[in-house]
């Protein structure tokens, strides 16, 4: 059998977009309309697959992203997507193959991190991932929420209305380059992704809902927060049994996250709010009359961050408190290992290389965890993936990165 892994030229479009398909359990289809705007949004460079005898059986794909991180900082990260390995071809080593051309160029390029949401936890420790953020779903039992709909009108004074899709692609981008800088573990989004989300492009396997837009204006008239989300429709027994789905909430003040939240379960006919991936620690139930009208649905890993220049991504991000740390960092791939000298305070830090004896070893992976201030390095040690060489080093290490609010990545990708 001839395997090749090669980069995806135009021609293989198609028998590219059918393998990952098949790879994520969809029907093994595509249309038109998926593959022109795959045209226009994919980078022939960063585009692999792996051929047997002229047939796509493994997929891989990569594209230029910013992380928001610690102190609102963005850095460029490879971000990773569409990883699919037929069933016909999986366990031979195919996507380790390709990760690792792709970890290697995203290196080459300058990347600080690659990233990625893992459809499994088990499979992305080993390319020297971690899981740097996490999530939180909640369902809203509306009736329990104790909102009173005559109320509904934002307390702050400002107001709520309808936005368009076309609309929203006008002012979206804008607010979400204004949220995003003030939520470690966002991430960009791209001018091709602000189109599947207004429904102007539909991908083969996109679900065919038109979703609603409401926008959030502050007493002043800017624009600070939007919800889009859908309804299904439930009628039972001749009384209304809906839920609205919210795909997707972003806010820049308490205000308009508060203001969008109470308007989505004061909806008449609605019964369920469901919240989508909300950050683990988000305020959502405490805007509510009894916070137990949230009940937790799904609670998992999201964002995984493989780093790949480590004093790049130390020096980027911020710290509360001054401190030194000699930091062991263990990359069995040899892209981002070494002992680093890590000097950091509220003015600002630097990270250098170091002969100095190291005061915490961990796995680049460990690092990953800690790096947006979500894992404690007192719990990775307890866990055994952490090991203090000097007495205090953890404490040090979390009074450095820990932080008082989680990261949140709320997209996928
Ligand atoms: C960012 C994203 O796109 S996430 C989406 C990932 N895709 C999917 O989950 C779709 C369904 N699954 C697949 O297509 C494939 O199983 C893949 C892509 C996950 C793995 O591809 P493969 O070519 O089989 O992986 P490969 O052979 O390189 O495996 C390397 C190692 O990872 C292990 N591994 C691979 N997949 C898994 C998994 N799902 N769970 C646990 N271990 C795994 C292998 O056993 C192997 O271990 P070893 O080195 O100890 O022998």
Redesign the pocket.
Known sequence: MSLEIRTVGDDDLRGWAVAVAT??LKPPVTSDEDIAFRRSDYDPERTWGAYDDGRCV?TFRSFPQELTVVGGAPVPTDA??????LPT?????????MMANDLRAAKERGDAAAT?????Y??YG?FGFGPATWTSAWRIDTARAGLDPRHAAPESGGRIDFASPEEVRGFGPGLHDRFRVQVPGAVSRNDKWWLRATGAVRLAHDPPTERHHAVYRSPSGAIEGLASYTYEDRWEAKRPDNSAHVERLIATSPDAERALWQFLCSIDWVQYVHTGQRAPDDLLPHFLGDPRAAAIQEHSDYLWLRPLDVPRLLEARTYPVAGTLVLEVEDRARLAGGRFLLDAGPEGATCTPTTRSAELSLGVGELAELYLGDAAAARLAALGRVHEARPGALATADALLHTARRPWCPDMF
């Open positions: 790879g994520f493994a990773v997507s569409a990883v699919t390995v071809h999986r366990r031979r080593g195919l996507l380790s193959r990625l949401i893992a459809a499994e088990p499979i080993r």
